[in-house]
Nanobody
Framework: QVQLVESGGGLVQPGGSLRLSCAAT????????LSWYRQAPGKERELVAG????????IWLDSVKGRFTISRDNAKNSVYLQMNSLKPEDTAVYYC?????????????????WGQGTQVTVSS
């Protein structure tokens, strides 16, 4: 059974940090591209960051460049999103998603598996 389970969300003050984790089971993790998306209230879901299967290629949403880092550990079937210098506009539900292939895609429809999401709230 395929599962992606996110964790690490919570309430943090502006300027603070959080590390999100996504643990995967049920598919060949090391062959999949992994990405993080987020969806704020009243807004469409957007790609935050993606990483290729071997971890050599990455893409970022412009607004998070220099603040967020995506990484993966294929031995642990996990992908991470380190978020620093958080801003109130980063408040959203964050989802991890997996797709087979060699190119990181932006379109949500390109992804095969999704987690249930974890809430991140940035507020003083």
């Amino acid at each position: 059974q395929v599962q992606l389970v996110e964790s690490g969300g919570g309430l943090v003050q502006p300027g603070g940090s959080l590390r999100l984790s996504c643990a995967a089971t049920g598919f060949t993790f090391s062959s999949y591209i992994l990405s993080w998306y987020r969806q704020a209230p009243g807004k469409e879901r957007e790609l935050v960051a993606g990483v290729t299967s071997a971890g050599h290629g990455r893409i970022w949403l412009d607004s998070v460049k220099g603040r967020f880092t995506i990484s993966r550990d294929n031995a642990k079937n996990s992908v991470y999103l380190q978020m620093n210098s958080l801003k109130p506009e980063d408040t959203a539900v964050y989802y991890c998603a997996a797709r087979s292939g060699i190119i990181i895609r932006v379109a949500q429809t390109a992804y095969d598996y999704w987690g249930q999401g974890t809430q991140v709230t940035v507020s003083s």
